[in-house]
């Protein structure tokens, strides 16, 4: 039987919360390895976006025309080598964010009310839309792609925006528990800006009301930066044989969201054929 947790002390719209335990989260960071077979389709994928064909891997005018400060390539797998790594690098520093995040969460005492969780829903549901467009689709085109249903969208919206909801709160307690406080010369710092912008930022935010609001984005920050280097971590790295299955798997599930691509794409045209002067949208 599920444990229905007590509602929180809600006064002036500011809900207070509290953990079970403020002692430090332990987290595990899976690590890839990275193949051999991975480097060649990112090296194949780039040249072809940059107008080039397979063929072209290996030839060291068309590498040198078509990537800056690149001679050949050689040189253009090694870039592409350390780009992957450093890359598998960050997804591990992610990883430690996502895990933080969560363990928090799980030690919150008090539920997170439901108006909190709405503002939080359509934060993400905003934010997704604009992902969305930054990649130049629509929302139908993006669901296609990733072979979803406007439900199964719905679903995933929903669990991002009460994780996100429950994360902020745990976290919130967890800087009321530990008194912690951030000075106006971090924000830029902790914002990930410039101090000339976070200056800026501060100007307009003061303007609209939303002063508490970046402070507090800028203190949660730092906390979780805390909260990690406090943390028990340790390290799981990939064998070659599990990064293969990996990789094999991948490929398959590529060639079948591709397979169905092309499957609505021919139910498209066929349809567009059936009724020449009706127009899909």
Known sequence: MELIKPEPLVIGGKATYTLTSY?????????PFLTEEEIDYA??????RAGGTVDDLNNDIFIAEH????????EFRAVVTADMRQFNARMAEEQKVEQATSALAARLVQRVPEQ???SSREYTRQALQMTIAQMGLTVDDYMRQMGITKAQLDELVEMQ???AAEGDAAMDAWI?????????EEIARYLGVMPSQAEEILSQAAAAGQLEDVRLAGLRAKALEIIIA???CTYEHETEQEANERVRASIQERAMMESFMQQQNNNQTSAEDDHPHLKLV
Do not use: L, M
């Open 23 to 31: 002692d430090p989260i332990s987290i595990t960071v899976h690590v």
């Open 43 to 48: 090296c194949e994928a780039a040249v072809v």
């Open 67 to 74: 990537f800056e400060g690149i001679s050949g390539s050689q």
């Open 116 to 118: 909190f969780i709405a």
């Open 161 to 163: 925006a009460r994780a």
């Open 176 to 184: 009321a528990h530990r008194k912690i406080t951030i000075a106006d």
């Open 230 to 232: 406090e943390a028990n």
